[in-house]
């Protein structure tokens, strides 16, 4: 039938085309004309008996004699077959209606695409929906590329769609006995998002002795509709005071689009004060010569949370003795407010004896004597720094 269909045609063309080719327009006066097809990979072959091209697509061709530019191919949506636009140079209007002919000729030889019955979907919270698809009879339904059954006699089809919350992108196509495809119909039907976000704390709980600092670790927030929301999860950490011993909260909010929302919670526990300050000393050990006074050089503390408590130190010389040789020491203590009391800091003192004595000469030195005295030991005198 279609090729006898074919042949009809082909005399059309010629009777149109012999008739009213005297009435050509010139080149100024060119006219373009849109031509709608249903598959490009289909339709060119057919257009290519007919118009006497090998293949119909852009570039300049001779249409039967006349000569064609295509200046454009459109790709099928679900509204619209493909389309070609035809620019000729020097035709007439019967040309035009001519290929309009070879078009609703051609387009005859396919699927119009499917369409559901109701084509406008409200957001709905169920989670099915049940619809009609209207298409060509005793044609197999696909949905998503998955054949779901066969239209009847009468060209419908009922089927129960399964909806996950968010947007549902179903795609629709028909398919005869014989191989040929419809174009694709696509819907989107919403339902209704009422799951709220996932939280997801990183390391948990926290725990922190006085004094210390509070690190957000932050979270990771997840919705089953609009993926990954972490940057839009609110932080709120005013709670916590790491000044003061107890538990503190952190909390962690976020909405998804819908306006689902989630709150999740950080406890954070501030645990007594268990650091002891730390005593520095200045200037290390010392040694001292016998007989000497010792002088403190002092020390420095810090606590992690009292800060400078250097005043508090408690320094204890008492075990020096600068009027004897030997070893000995001088410690330094300090407690915080909490009462942790630091790690006793010892200062080493060497008294050491490495100066020798003195002795003074009594009388004259030199001593003159004339000859023949006596001499007369006029003594000494003998000092030390330690024994005097």
Same mark, same amino acid.
């Given at each position: ?27 100024? /006066? ?14 060119? $072959? ?68 499917? &369409? ?6 409200? $957001? ?165 010569? &016998? ?55 010892? &200062? ?21 004597? /004339? ?18």
């Amino acid at each position: 039938m279609q090729n006898f269909s074919k042949k009809i045609l082909s005399l059309i063309f010629v009777l149109i085309f012999t008739s009213y080719n005297a009435f050509a327009l010139t080149p100024e /006066e060119s006219l373009s004309k849109i031509v709608t097809y249903a598959d490009d990979g289909l339709i060119a $072959p057919e257009l290519s008996d007919y118009l006497n091209i090998d293949i119909v697509d852009i570039g300049n061709h001779n249409l039967s004699g006349v000569n064609a530019k295509i200046e454009k191919l459109v790709g099928t949506d679900v509204n619209t077959a493909q389309k070609i636009q035809v620019v000729v140079d020097q035709y007439n209007l019967e040309i035009a209606a001519f290929l309009s002919i070879i078009t609703n000729y051609l387009l005859a030889d396919y699927l119009p695409a499917p &369409r559901l019955v109701n084509e406008t979907f409200e $957001p709905t919270y169920d989670t099915n929906v049940t619809v009609e698809v209207n298409g060509t009879a005793n044609t197999v339904l696909y949905i998503n590329n998955i054949e779901e059954g066969t239209l009847d006699e009468n060209g419908s089809f009922f089927i129960t769609l399964p909806l996950e919350e968010g947007n549902n992108t179903f795609e629709l196509r028909l398919e005869d006995e014989n191989g040929t495809k419809s174009g694709i119909t696509t819907y989107i039907i919403p339902r209704i998002d009422i799951t709220p976000p996932v939280i997801t704390l990183i390391d948990g709980n926290i725990t922190i002795e006085r004094g210390g600092f509070y690190q957000e670790y932050n979270a990771t927030a997840m919705d089953n509709v609009d993926g990954n929301i972490t940057n839009r999860i609110i932080i709120n950490s005013s709670d916590v005071n790491t000044s003061s011993e107890g538990n503190y909260t952190v909390t962690y909010d976020v909405n998804d689009t819908e306006g689902n929302t989630i709150q999740v919670t950080r406890n954070v526990e501030i645990t007594p004060d268990v650091t002891v300050p730390v005593i520095t000393l200045i200037a290390g050990d010392v040694s001292l010569e &016998r007989g000497s006074v010792y002088v403190e050089h002092n020390a420095t503390a810090e606590d992690n949370i009292d800060g400078n408590i250097t005043n508090d130190i408690v320094i204890d010389s008492s075990d020096v003795n600068t009027s004897a040789e030997g070893n000995y020491t001088v410690t330094y203590d300090v407690n915080d407010s909490t009462g942790n009391q630091a790690v006793t800091v010892i &200062r080493s003192v060497h008294v050491t004896d490495t100066i020798a004595p003195i002795i003074t000469v009594l009388g004259d030195n030199p001593q003159t004597l /004339e000859v023949g005295t006596s001499y007369v030991e006029l003594g000494a005198t003998a000092s030390d720094n330690g024994d005097g």
